[in-house]
T-cell receptor, first 112, second 115 residues
Framework: ELKVEQNPLFLSMQEGKNYTIYCNYS?????LYWYRQDPGKSLESLFV?????AVKQEGRLMASLDTKARLSTLHITAAVHDLSATYFC????????????FGTGTRLQVTL | GAVVSQHPSRVICKSGTSVKIECRSL??????MFWYRQFPKQSLMLMAT?????????EQGVEKDKFLINHASLTLSTLTVTSAHPEDSSFYIC???????????FGPGTRLLVL
């Protein structure tokens, strides 16, 4: 059974700073996703990572995947207040037709 | 991008009543939809996988008789919470998988409050 863990659970950072959220998973996963959730809202898809070494960037966010280490990272560059949200990673266990297991989530608070 | 809608967005009901939540894929066909629930400040937990034209697959610990799922068409899945109780109060989110199968698109969620 796939287990997905994120750390930290909560992150408070100042605007302009850089930081990384880590996502570890326990068994082989076909793919790794990153989602953003604003309070009271549903999930917004950020990245889909499908292969070892995959790196994707959108604005101040960059996600990478290391399947050998079973690790994905979400790097935040020069954070701005608008990035405040909860970020989830999710893995898809091999051969389970898109079933996703979500991580615990990282609540990011960017302060002025 | 693909759009998934849910209805209603918010519902308040009395204990013992049943509530139906609809999930629609608006601009694509979804042979598979997923139902999740999320408690405050917690992660999403998969409840069941809904397959068009066949029975849903429930995750361990989810009562299939309490959470009835029907996927009658390629664009509509419904979740009915039967005989709802206060502990069923939660945020219910559906998602739909596109044909390529690489991405799940999430609905806006339904907040259920059972009094």
């Amino acid at each position: 059974e796939l287990k997905v863990e994120q750390n930290p659970l909560f992150l408070s950072m100042q605007e302009g700073k850089n930081y990384t959220i880590y996502c570890n998973y326990s068994t082989t996963s076909d793919r790794l996703y990153w989602y953003r959730q604003d309070p009271g809202k549903s999930l917004e898809s950020l990245f889909v990572l499908l292969s070892n070494g995959a790196v994707k960037q959108e604005g101040r966010l960059m996600a990478s995947l290391d399947t050998k280490a079973r690790l994905s990272t979400l790097h935040i560059t020069a954070a701005v207040h608008d990035l405040s949200a909860t970020y989830f990673c999710a893995g898809g266990p091999t051969g389970t037709a898109s079933k996703l297991t979500f991580g615990t989530g990282t609540r990011l608070q960017v302060t002025l | 991008g693909a759009v998934v809608s849910q209805h209603p967005s918010r519902v308040i009901c009395k204990s013992g009543t049943s509530v139906k939540i609809e999930c629609r894929s608006l601009d694509f066909q979804a042979t598979t939809m997923f139902w999740y629930r999320q408690f405050p400040k917690q992660s999403l937990m998969l409840m069941a996988t809904s397959n068009e034209g066949s029975k849903a697959t429930y995750e361990q610990g989810v009562e299939k008789d309490k959470f009835l799922i029907n996927h009658a068409s390629l664009t509509l899945s419904t979740l009915t919470v039967t005989s709802a109780h206060p502990e069923d109060s939660s945020f219910y989110i559906c998602s739909a998988r596109d044909r390529a199968g690489q991405t799940q698109y999430f609905g806006p969620g339904t907040r259920l409050l059972v009094l």
